[in-house]
């Protein structure tokens, strides 16, 4: 239970990037089952060789906003289709991760990470869960006076309405890079923490990761609403942790973990089909709310 | 100011769908013009707009504002100078950020966007009272999400995030059409007062030709691609509808459509 609230929070900082593409650009970016392992990667082979683990976790999120940067190009200079772009970064970061780490695997074990950094302040406990917690809402505070300055306006027009904000002279290429750079950048970062929770970091940590993400701002928003982006951000930070409850949930109902992937699709499945049925047939709207 | 010398676009050159939306036009617009454009369907009016605000980029020819060629500028690029309002009521907001966002990002065109913050208690009552000039109240819902609002107010809105920055160049392409007759009229009605009050240089497509004569200073008419008449502001005072219906009706094929209204 403690470490499914501790992974929830740290997967948070994770959906909060997967919200700025999806809902905010409105651009499904898959690039980031690749970016998670890079933060992880890029940390961990830090980590090991005696970088402080706070410095190599802000390296992480630099690496996460560099292939955020590449799918940025890809779409936008490239004029690739916004999927393939992302498809494209994905499979070339796992070579690219294979090289970082030197191979598949990079154990983290006796190693000084801000997680252990944490146990010798907080051990296990509600203690650590709460450390967390805060820094979850630190990045989701930080997310939300970003959208609301004029840049953060900008971001959030140019997944609205591209013709409209492009006629106030915004570069929405411009935009579309710096808002998948910094969705990569976060998601980086939560690998780099992952890796270190859980005293590893894998090649294959970041496969399916798209429908983790998927699935918290989807089902935390289809519960916690989106009035304001405000409510929006809290709705993606309770959605990932609610999500892994979820998967501790069944794993504790005695669930096989090699079906996990295929719940995490079924749920995003039933969360994406489930408010069409609610609206009636005469509002087509809802039905493309739920879309979006 | 605004100057278009020799202006051809050709869509789908060398095919069966070959289309010559604009021919050698030429139009020179003086610093205060207020230019309305008619013709009938396809004649390139829209083109016309387009190429000026670069969303369409023309095969020959030079499109100049301020004396500067601004062919190779891209369509955001441009915009720092040239506000748009187009036909579609949805097109000019964004409809998830609430009326006192659109008008901050109108508000920062051609300028650096940071992270300074977008809403300050400052804009909002600067916005407060721009907005009470559209008499819809508006000025109440800051807060309001855009997409919330009826066609007519979500049209009144963009003609005043279009103006709010003082571009050098109004595009306006049929912004009325798609509006009621009562909203219609009071969108024409805040579009002259906005023009006449900022001197504004502007260009309207317009379908209707009492509008047509009524608003602005000059008129254009085009037809395949070309302008076929050019009526400045001491004949255009004299002219009917009817006048113009008969130009249209000199020329072959073409066909005034319903759209165009007489009343
Ligand atoms: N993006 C485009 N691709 C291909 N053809 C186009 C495009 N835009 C315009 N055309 C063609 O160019 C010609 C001029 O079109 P334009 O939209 O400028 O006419 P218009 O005068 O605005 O007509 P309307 O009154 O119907 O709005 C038409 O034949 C049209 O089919
Ligand atoms: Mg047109």
Redo the contacts with the bound molecule.
Sequence with gaps: MITALELGLIYAIMALGVYLTFRILNFPDLTVDGSFTSGAATAAILITNGVNPFLATAAAFVVGCLAGLITGLLHTKGNINGLLAGILTMIGLYSINLRIMGGANVPLLGQDTMISALRSVAGVGWTSVLVLAAVAVIFKLVMDWYLHTDNGLALQATGDNEQMIRSFAVSTDRQKITGLMLSNGLVGISGAVVAQHQGFADIGMGIGLILVGLASVIVGQAIFGTRTVFQATLAVVLGAVIYRLAIQLALNVGLNPNDMKLMSAVLVVAALLLPQWKASPSSPAVARGAQR | MLSITSVSKTFFPGTVNERRALVDVDLEMAEGDFVTVIGSNGAG??TLLNTVAGRIIQDDGVVALDGKDVSRLKEHQRAARVGRVF?DPMAGTAPNLTIEENLSLADRRGKMRGLARGVTKAKRERFAEALTQLELGLEKRLKTKVGLLSGGQRQALSLLMATYSDPRVLLL??HTAALDPQRAELVTRLTRSVVEEKGLTTLM?THNMVQALEVGNRLIMMHEGRIILDVDAERKSQMTPEDLLAEFGKLKGAVVDDKTMLQ
């Design positions: 009016k829209s036909q392409d049929e497509v």
